[in-house]
């Protein structure tokens, strides 16, 4: 049985290709996910995306010598909300932080082979990864799972050794995109770009970049049904990381 | 369809499952019991299809026991969801299980806790959670009336109120349920609540 699955191939110039494709009778059967769901009963020439099964929107600024990474908080199963308090931004080190949003079980999966990446590399290398490396090693790990891919979008966000701030985000199979203001990714995806877009100036210090993400992330998920329940938000600098939790419209 | 549901209280923690098996329009049996007693301080209830149901959870609670009798000492609650999620991940990509589950345990340590894992191994632990067309209305009564540190006479009357929802509102709703608790003196079973009883065969 074929399932058709809609890939997002990471924007140039902030234009973006949809490419439809047809997977391989290996790929896991989640045509019982179709069938059950009810935009597919009520419209079935427009098939759900796995990627919008469970609902995320993660989103990762950059600031003056510190980062903002924030994510919404929702984890639900199609229309339904199962929980209002789920992890979607995990930190590999102390100045290295991932969030991914897409399908959970991959969050999961994928969250658990990469700390164990990472502790292997700091026990070989006896010191932290830096976060370019980290995210090739991200990029490689999606990539070898090219035609049966973890159905997340990662985004990566650290301070290097000069405590620049880096950020990068890429799309399920591990195509990199590195930017120099903002990063976003998730069901969520196209309000935050115009969010952050609006919002963001370059050189904020932490408290700024805490009020500019915080702003654009719940403008953003108030638009989109999927995310939202309060949202996450991390700011690193080189001294400290501080994590809030924002209250927004529960709904 | 089938109607999975449970809670955490003040110590304890209470699912509920329908005990219909049903195969296509016919009713095989009403009295199925769908709560399976992972060990002493674990109850495992899973929904969705028979047969991978019954195999999968049997599967875990063998598991369970082998580290019990391997390393001396049992699994606590969150190792063994972990442990479930894992091995229904790996089977993801292969050949899935369609099994839903809600683990409730009990630990020294950390008290009650309630782990919801979906059939695509989305693990999440929660106060409250509910799988199949009854949690359409169990989680808003839950939603509406659950409060932390419930004693067990208020969470049995909250499970009962979904039970009364999802029997009034939901269309091919199962007659009977089952009702078991896990707290510091292990998992047993609490009640069933049945409102068809099986026809014994006569005797030839």
Same mark, same amino acid.
């Given at each position: 049985?074929k399932?058709?699955?809609r890939l997002?191939?990471?924007?140039?110039? %902030?234009?973006?290709?949809?490419?439809?494709?047809? @997977?391989?009778s290996?790929?896991?059967?989640? *045509?019982?996910?179709?069938k059950s769901?009810?935009?597919?009963?009520e419209?079935?020439k427009?098939p759900m995306?796995?990627?919008?099964y469970n609902?995320?929107?993660?989103v990762a600024?950059?600031?003056k010598?510190?980062?903002?990474?924030a994510s #919404?908080?929702r984890?639900?199963?199609q +229309?339904q909300t199962?929980?209002t308090d789920?992890?979607?931004?995990s930190?590999?080190h102390d100045r290295?932080?991932?969030?991914?949003s897409? @399908?959970?079980?991959d969050v999961?999966?994928?969250y &658990?082979? /990469?700390?164990f990446?990472?502790?292997?590399y700091?026990?070989r290398?006896?010191?932290?990864m830096k976060?370019?490396?980290?995210?090739s090693?991200v *990029?490689?790990?999606l990539?070898?799972?090219r035609?049966?891919?973890y159905l997340c &979008?990662?985004?990566?966000?650290?301070l290097? #050794?000069?405590n620049?701030?880096?950020?990068? =985000?890429m799309?399920s199979?591990?195509a990199?995109e590195l930017?120099?203001?903002?990063v976003v990714?998730?069901?969520?995806?196209?309000?935050?770009?115009?969010?952050?877009?609006a919002? $963001?100036?370059?050189? !904020?210090?932490a408290?700024?970049?805490?009020? =500019?993400?915080?702003?654009?992330?719940l403008?953003?998920?108030?638009?989109d049904?999927l995310?939202g329940?309060?949202?996450?938000?991390y700011?690193?600098?080189?001294?400290?990381?501080?994590?809030?939790?924002?209250?927004?419209? !529960?709904? | !369809?089938?109607?999975?549901f449970g @809670?955490?209280g003040?110590?304890?923690a209470i699912?509920?499952?329908?005990?219909?098996a049903?195969?296509?329009i +016919?009713?095989h049996?009403n009295?199925?019991d769908k709560i399976m007693?992972?060990d002493?301080?674990?109850l495992?209830?899973?929904s969705?299809?028979p047969g991978?149901r019954? &195999?999968?959870?049997?599967?875990? &609670?063998?598991?369970?026991?082998?580290?019990?009798f391997?390393?001396?000492i049992? /699994?606590?609650?969150?190792?063994?969801?972990?442990? =479930?999620r894992?091995?229904?991940a790996?089977?993801? %990509?292969?050949?899935p299980y369609?099994v839903?589950?809600?683990?409730?345990?009990?630990?020294?340590?950390?008290g009650?806790s @309630?782990?919801y894992?979906?059939?695509?191994?989305?693990?999440h632990k929660?106060?409250?959670?509910a799988f199949?067309?009854?949690? $359409?209305?169990?989680l808003? =009564?839950m939603?509406?009336?659950?409060r932390?540190?419930?004693?067990?006479e208020?969470?049995i009357?909250l499970v009962?109120?979904?039970i009364?929802?999802?029997r009034?509102?939901?269309?091919?709703?199962?007659?009977?349920f089952?009702?078991?608790?896990?707290?510091?003196?292990?998992a047993?079973? $609490?009640?069933?609540?049945q409102?068809?009883?099986d026809?014994?065969t006569?005797?030839?």
């Amino acid at each position: 049985e074929k399932e058709e699955v809609r890939l997002d191939f990471p924007p140039s110039h %902030r234009r973006r290709l949809y490419l439809v494709l047809s @997977l391989p009778s290996t790929f896991p059967d989640f *045509s019982s996910v179709r069938k059950s769901s009810k935009l597919y009963s009520e419209n079935p020439k427009f098939p759900m995306s796995i990627f919008e099964y469970n609902g995320s929107a993660v989103v990762a600024m950059v600031g003056k010598n510190c980062f903002a990474i924030a994510s #919404d908080r929702r984890l639900g199963v199609q +229309l339904q909300t199962i929980a209002t308090d789920f992890q979607r931004i995990s930190k590999i080190h102390d100045r290295v932080f991932i969030g991914l949003s897409g @399908l959970a079980t991959d969050v999961q999966t994928l969250y &658990q082979r /990469l700390v164990f990446r990472h502790k292997l590399y700091q026990l070989r290398e006896e010191r932290d990864m830096k976060p370019e490396t980290f995210a090739s090693l991200v *990029s490689a790990i999606l990539y070898e799972k090219r035609f049966g891919p973890y159905l997340c &979008q990662p985004v990566i966000a650290g301070l290097g #050794d000069d405590n620049k701030p880096f950020i990068c =985000t890429m799309d399920s199979i591990g195509a990199k995109e590195l930017a120099k203001d903002f990063v976003v990714s998730g069901t969520a995806s196209e309000s935050l770009y115009g969010a952050c877009e609006a919002m $963001y100036k370059p050189d !904020m210090e932490a408290e700024e970049l805490f009020e =500019t993400i915080s702003q654009a992330l719940l403008s953003s998920v108030d638009r989109d049904c999927l995310s939202g329940w309060g949202g996450h938000v991390y700011i690193v600098t080189p001294t400290e990381i501080k994590e809030r939790i924002l209250k927004g419209r !529960m709904d | !369809m089938e109607c999975v549901f449970g @809670l955490v209280g003040n110590g304890f923690a209470i699912v509920a499952a329908d005990t219909s098996a049903v195969h296509s329009i +016919l009713l095989h049996k009403n009295n199925e019991d769908k709560i399976m007693v992972l060990d002493s301080h674990k109850l495992v209830a899973a929904s969705g299809e028979p047969g991978d149901r019954v &195999q999968f959870t049997e599967y875990v &609670q063998k598991n369970v026991s082998l580290y019990k009798f391997r390393n001396g000492i049992p /699994l606590t609650t969150a190792a063994a969801a972990n442990f =479930t999620r894992g091995e229904l991940a790996t089977a993801l %990509r292969k050949n899935p299980y369609s099994v839903n589950i809600l683990m409730a345990g009990y630990d020294n340590e950390s008290g009650a806790s @309630l782990y919801y894992i979906d059939y695509i191994a989305t693990l999440h632990k929660v106060d409250k959670g509910a799988f199949g067309y009854g949690s $359409y209305f169990s989680l808003s =009564t839950m939603d509406r009336h659950y409060r932390s540190d419930m004693s067990v006479e208020e969470a049995i009357e909250l499970v009962d109120k979904c039970i009364l929802e999802i029997r009034s509102r939901l269309v091919i709703a199962p007659p009977n349920f089952v009702i078991k608790i896990v707290d510091k003196d292990g998992a047993r079973d $609490y009640a069933w609540r049945q409102s068809v009883k099986d026809v014994t065969t006569a005797v030839v």
